[in-house]
């Protein structure tokens, strides 16, 4: 257990009142090693869970030769095996996740990313003390950074540190960099998506979100939101300045107030329903609410 | 080229329209840098949102443009005359025209919120209009016409400036004036040239009626624009307001405030007269198309001048202005009466006994009112002292006594003579030869060369003083008179026979009343103490109103119409002139009055202004006291709306001459209402950026 945090992002005392929870699945998972987490096999060394009757092939040594020797008939014990979570994250780390608050008049703080960092920092952390592996992944325009899974203190100190240097990039590719994690995989897993998805393809990055799901991961996408986001800021005149390169534009907001935001909510429902369809778990975040709560939330939703 | 009422707005107009693009230029807002993440967001919802925000951009702008335009165009008043054909034709010929603009007070009467000049102004636009080879001029036709130039001219700009800036003036229309005026700018203008006079009025019947264009060259044609409704507009004025009779402090006064009553039906009115700090109200039916007197009965506690004003109350009619009309009073301590004679106060019955208690018929007057004075013992001072002289059975005056009752009599003075003897003639002659021009008797009398005896009153004059007191019964009541001595009486040729108010039946004048400058000389022929007058009920009031009547001079003066030449001698006590200073009404701006001079004459102080000021009271003072007060007000037939019909101006008062009478119908209604559709366009305008505005949820 780490006594002295690594990254200024890991806030302990603040975490000890999550600690009584855990970060579980909605399907059965592979793993390596044993674990607290229900296995895809169904093998002896488990808890026994039912019968099932013998089809040739099948292997003999599960077969209930009491059960047989009583009734003559063939079944075979199944028992439910635990094994450990492999939990990889992917950070968006394109520009756009580098939005803060746009006029100083606003009291909110702090960029997307930043949330980001905090929650996965928390994320990792909770993991890691549940003896569940963890990797770490930074996209961009393309797979930037990848740690492998792992659960041990020097892994989570490396992957801490990853995320504690995170900086953006000017562009965005998610479908690239996710497509590229996948082929880095053998085994199943969960692989958690924090982005903004403020990029041009959305369908190429579910399309290769859908891969995973064809590989039967539990994919979750967290959509951040910043507030400032939602709506356009107080004022005559503005002349806005995009964050990947997308040029300057002046506009008067209170002429096009509306349909921003019916743009942005439509943004934010195609994210969902591709998520969605896709198989994906969606989740909206929004950086309005501390990442506490929303760690706590998101770990209690998916407890049950 | 489009003509303009208001020229002067449409560079300003032209101008304005560039107001939207300096206005949207000046205040367009500066940008400020903001990073945004979604900008491609905004991206898209902006190149959406161009296609109509251009759209209503565009439609936003033109709207103001021409909102600012037509504003522009309404207050300029374009000019759509449809003449221009007709003007092409003349425009090979050199022309000469003048235009009468009526700009008397009955041009102030508003019919459906617009006033008659408003109405007049466009036509007056439209006939000054440019047009090659023509020259033009504009009377303004007032009390006093004013030519704008000299002679006519090319320069119609100024002219149009005049019309536009033209207003109603609280003064009566001199139309001969006018059309002489016009008629000598005419005549100059030299041969070949073709002539035109346009008269711009409402032909106001107490104006128009005795119209003559003789003074206008024979070869003009003479056009005659009406701007009067079709219907007279209704209209209640007050046209004269003054005391009834010589005003004493003390003593319950009369006021006499005649209002007219210029519509098809009979009003009930109600007036307020205020004199000083005093004010009555006396309410009165008026017949239609009729005048009623109404009488207010007010007691004025000190003597001197008191200014006031009788105002109709509550009324709402086409000519507000004359519903005012100032009053100037002035207050006298109670008169004192100087009955020149020679008969003893103890002889009874006689003539100056009977004259005595006609004079004071109540017990309870004052014994020093009458003075009975002996003329060959009287001294001139207590002679002066009186306020009505009554001489009866005087005997020989004195020379000196003849220019003494000649100077009382020019300073306004009444003076009440009955000729008994023959001495009388000699002394009226006297009078006569000594006041010169002032007395012109309209009958010279001479002593009676048989008896006069029962002579009979034949040719009465029952409508004027002191016959008016009897009413309609004046004829009966004087049947019984019959009358003795007296002197026989001669008419003087080119005299003013009006003057003789009562003939005998032998035609010798029994009472004649005549001016001698400021006072009045009363003459009743006949021997009262021989003749059944003084037995008879008709005595007492006739002396009462003949003496009220020579007391009256003094009552002060009647109202001056405004705008008109004056010339008014101030009372004898007014003098020095030094110190005397003339005081506006205070509702008069120092611009628009002319208070006139005051001048030292032989007679006394007299005051002149060429243009009497506008309605009010002005005051003489000296050291803040009023020595003398006078009232200017609007001329009573100002205020008959009534128009003369086009038949009498057309036949009768054309004098065989080609006059054109124009009066716009309803297509000339609509043109002088362009200014108004143009406004609703403006209005609409305005309307339609709103509603622009609010489609595009801007």
Redesign the interface.
């Known amino acids: 257990m780490l006594t002295r945090p690594a990254t200024r992002f890991l806030e302990l005392q603040a975490l000890a009142g999550l600690q009584h929870l855990r970060f579980t699945t909605r399907r059965r998972i592979d793993g390596s090693y044993s674990g607290r987490h229900q296995s895809r096999q169904l093998s002896g060394s488990g808890e026994f869970v039912d019968f099932r009757e013998y089809s040739p092939g099948d292997d003999l040594r599960k077969l209930d030769w009491k059960v047989m020797a009583r009734t003559g008939r063939r079944y075979l014990r199944l028992y439910q095996d635990e094994t450990d979570l492999t939990c990889t994250i992917l950070i968006d780390a394109s520009s756009s996740m580098k939005f803060a608050v746009p006029v100083a008049e606003q009291k909110l703080a702090g960029t997307k990313l930043e949330y980001v960092q905090y929650f996965a920092t928390a994320l990792t952390h909770l993991l890691v003390s549940r003896q569940d592996r963890v990797g770490l992944a930074i996209a961009s325009d393309q797979l930037q950074h990848f740690l492998p899974p792992g659960c041990t203190p020097d892994h989570l100190q490396r992957v801490h540190r990853v995320i504690d240097r995170l900086s953006t990039w000017p562009a965005t590719n998610l479908g690239v960099a996710i497509q590229e994690l996948f082929n880095r995989f053998k085994r199943r897993g969960v692989l958690l998506v924090a982005s903004d998805f403020l990029c041009d393809d959305l369908a190429g990055t579910f399309s290769a979100l859908r891969l995973f799901r064809s590989r039967f991961w539990e994919v979750v996408a967290l959509h951040i939101v910043h507030p400032a986001e939602e709506k356009l800021p107080a004022g005559d005149a503005f002349r806005f300045v995009g964050l990947e390169n997308e040029g300057t534009i002046n506009c008067t907001p209170a002429e096009i107030r509306e349909a921003y935001e019916r743009r942005f909510e439509e943004h934010c429902a195609t994210v969902r329903s591709l998520a969605q369809a896709a198989g994906c778990d969606y989740r909206r975040v929004s950086t309005a609410v501390p990442y506490l709560q929303t760690l706590s939330g998101f770990l209690a939703e998916r407890a049950g | 080229m489009p003509q303009f009422l208001n020229s002067w707005a449409v560079p300003i107009g032209l101008v304005s329209i560039a107001l939207p693009l300096l206005i949207h230029l000046l205040t367009?807002?500066?940008?400020?840098?903001?990073?945004?993440?979604?900008?491609?967001?905004?991206?898209?919802?902006?190149q959406?949102?161009r296609a109509t925000?251009r759209l209503r951009d565009w439609l936003v702008l033109l709207l103001r443009a021409a909102a600012l335009l037509l504003f522009a165009l309404t207050v300029a008043r374009p000019l759509l005359d449809g003449s221009a054909g007709a003007a092409a034709r003349r425009a090979d010929t050199q022309t000469a025209r003048v235009v009468i603009l009526d700009v008397s007070q009955s041009l102030a009467a508003t019919v459906n919120g617009i006033q008659a000049l408003e109405r007049a102004r466009p036509i007056a636009a439209s006939r000054l209009r440019y047009q090659s080879q023509t020259v033009w001029n504009l009377i303004l036709a007032g009390a006093v016409p004013q030519p704008v130039f000299e002679r006519p001219s090319t320069n119609y700009s100024t002219l149009l400036g005049e019309v536009a800036r033209a207003r109603a003036l609280p003064q009566r229309l001199n139309l001969q004036a006018a059309i002489q005026s016009a008629g000598e700018m005419l005549a100059a203008s030299g041969t070949g040239v073709r002539r035109e006079l346009v008269v711009i009025s409402d032909f106001q019947r107490a104006n128009w009626t005795a119209a003559d264009f003789s003074a206008v060259p024979a070869d003009t044609v003479i056009e005659l624009e009406t701007v009067a409704t079709p219907e007279t507009p209704p209209n209640l004025a007050v046209l004269r307001a003054g005391p009834q009779h010589r005003a004493e402090a003390g003593r319950p006064c009369r006021l006499e405030v005649e209002v007219g009553n210029f519509s098809p039906t009979a009003k009930t009115v109600a007036v307020d007269v205020t004199a000083g700090e005093t004010t009555v109200r006396v309410q009165g039916a008026v017949p239609p198309q009729g005048r009623a007197v109404l009488l207010a009965e007010m007691t004025l506690p000190r003597p001197g001048w008191s200014v006031g004003e009788a105002r109709l109350v509550d009324v709402d009619d086409s000519l507000a202005a004359d519903n005012i009309r100032p009053l100037v009073l002035r207050v006298h301590t109670p008169p004192q009466f100087v009955l020149l004679t020679r008969q003893s106060a103890r002889l009874r019955p006689a003539s100056s006994y009977f004259l005595e208690r006609a004079i004071l018929p109540e017990e309870a007057a004052a014994p020093d009112s009458v003075v009975r004075l002996d003329p060959s013992r009287a001294p001139p001072a207590e002679i002066s002292a009186g306020d009505l002289l009554v001489l009866d059975h005087p005997g020989q005056l004195t020379d000196e006594q003849v220019q003494l009752l000649v100077s009382l009599l020019r300073q306004g003075r009444g003076m009440l003579y009955v000729t008994a003897e023959p001495v009388d003639a000699s002394n009226l002659k006297r009078l006569a030869r000594a006041a010169g021009s002032d007395l012109q008797l309209p009958v010279e009398f001479s002593p009676a060369g048989t008896a006069r005896k029962n002579l009979f009153l034949t040719d009465v004059k029952q409508r004027q003083p002191p016959f008016t007191v009897f009413g309609d019964d004046a004829l009966a009541i004087l049947a019984t008179v019959r009358m003795n001595g007296g002197l026989a009486s001669r008419r003087v040729t080119e005299a003013l026979l009006d003057d003789v108010l009562a003939t005998y039946n032998d035609q010798s004048a029994c009472l004649v009343v005549t001016g001698c400058g400021a006072g009045t000389l009363a003459i009743l022929n006949a021997d009262l103490g021989a003749s059944n007058l003084p037995s008879s009920p008709a005595f007492v009031p006739l002396i009462g109103e003949l003496t009220n009547q020579l007391l009256g001079q003094s009552r002060g003066l009647d109202a001056v119409p405004s705008g008109e030449p004056m010339a008014v001698a101030l009372p004898s006590e007014s003098s020095p002139v030094s110190g005397l200073i003339i005081v506006p009404p205070p509702s008069a701006t120092r611009e628009s009055v002319t208070l006139g001079e005051l001048r030292e004459e032989s007679l006394g102080i007299l005051w002149q202004s060429a243009v009497a000021g506008p309605p009010g009271a002005y005051q003489v003072q000296r050291s803040g006291k009023t020595v003398f007060a006078l009232a200017t007000a609007i001329p009573a037939e100002e205020a008959d709306l009534t128009s003369i019909s086009r038949e009498i101006l057309t036949d009768r008062l054309a004098g065989g001459r080609d006059v054109k009478f124009r009066s716009r119908p309803s297509s000339d209604t609509a043109r002088d209402e362009t200014w108004a559709w143009l406004a609703l366009a403006c209005l609409a305008c305005v309307v339609g950026e709103m509603v622009c505005l609010r489609a595009f949820?801007?």
Do not use: A, D, H
């Not at chain 2, 367009?28 to 898209?44: A, D, H, I, K, M």
């Open positions: 367009r807002p500066r940008p400020r840098l903001c990073y945004l993440s979604t900008v491609r967001f905004v991206r898209e919802v902006i959406q949102r925000s949820k801007s």
